[in-house]
């Protein structure tokens, strides 16, 4: 397969956003401030971005049906979901790697955005460790990623190695602690009351999103044990974020768990700006939507044949 649909490069990410600033502009008559405030980019950038269209033969009012469904689909996703923006990565570009892709993708989207110095949430999981590694060999702008929960060194096992330009401030603690008294004491510690402190100030949070099957992150990396996997299926539960098992409308279940993990609170999380959220890929489409319904996330990257999925779903 062409090596150019196994990765989303910069000059791929910049056509995209292009589209996105023409789609706005010439089909939903958006103005080009509105569009500044949906992309996250200046206003001057709009204005470029739809001069180099024009330039580039994209606008001839006959937008390529692949690229025009795509659009409508992210459009669709986020009025259906209250979502502030939605990415939607090509089928093509992750026919062999879906989750890699995503986090290519998930990068790009932060780099467009962040600023020098810019202060970035990083949630628990496999492909948030691939969208930090990314990031920190990607940016030319100094970062600094804190973690939003404990259990780091099974998050990020080749982050101190690949990162360059980023700065990690992680939470020393396990993710899940054998009891409620220990999960409490070390949160009140110093160390960690530090990290939770800078949380509300970054300017944006990632986060992943798990599904309950045996490819489940926290249970790969023995965090739970298939019982312990097996009990929340009982309760209920269909997916996770940051950890904070979740049932199909997005609600928590599992109080005795809540209580001995070391997470951001579901509460902040809700009240954090800017929180997206980067999964995709066979099996997850149930979990991303409860946590659609949650109202966990203002931005959603993932992949066409989830998002064709999420469309679909019933209401609840």
């Not at 669709?76 to 290519?104: H, M, W, Y």
């Not at 009351?193 to 800078?198: A, G, V």
Request: contains cysteine; negative net charge.
């Amino acid at each position: 397969m062409d090596d150019r649909l196994d990765k989303l490069d910069k000059a791929d990410y910049e056509r995209r956003l292009m589209l996105k600033a023409v789609w706005y502009y010439y089909i939903e008559n958006y103005t080009q401030q509105h569009i500044s405030n949906l992309l996250g980019v200046s206003r001057s950038k709009v204005i470029n971005l739809l001069e180099r269209a024009r330039q580039n033969g994209v606008i001839q009012f006959n937008v390529q049906q692949g690229n025009a469904r795509r659009m409508s689909m992210e459009n669709a996703l986020a009025e259906r979901f209250g979502l502030k923006d939605t990415f939607i990565v090509p089928r093509a570009a992750t026919l062999t790697a879906p989750n890699e892709s995503i986090a290519q993708a998930a990068a790009m989207y932060i780099l467009h955005r962040a600023e020098e110095n810019a202060f970035i949430n990083i949630g628990y999981g496999d492909t948030t460790s691939h969208i930090l590694n990314h990031l920190a060999t990607a940016t030319q702008l100094p970062l600094h990623a804190v973690s939003m929960t404990g259990g780091v060194n099974y998050y990020l096992p080749n982050a101190v190695s690949n990162v360059f330009n980023a700065r990690l401030y992680l939470i020393p603690s396990p993710l899940l602690l054998s009891n409620a008294a220990l999960r409490n004491a070390l949160r009140r510690e110093p160390d960690v009351e530090e990290i939770f402190r800078m949380i509300p100030l970054s300017s944006m949070s990632v986060v992943g999103i798990g599904c309950m099957n045996e490819q489940a992150t926290i249970l790969k990396n023995g965090i739970l044990n298939k019982n312990d996997f097996t009990y929340l299926k009982l309760q209920g539960a269909v997916g996770d974020i940051l950890s904070h098992f979740v049932d199909k409308n997005g609600e928590m279940v599992s109080p005795d768990l809540e209580a001995r993990l070391m997470s951001t609170p579901v509460d902040q999380l809700k009240g954090l700006e800017n929180v997206i959220g980067a999964a995709g890929g066979p099996g997850k489409a149930e979990a991303i939507l409860a946590v659609l319904r949650g109202g966990y996330l203002d931005v959603l990257i993932t992949d066409e044949d989830t998002a064709e999925q999420l469309l679909e779903a019933p209401e609840p």
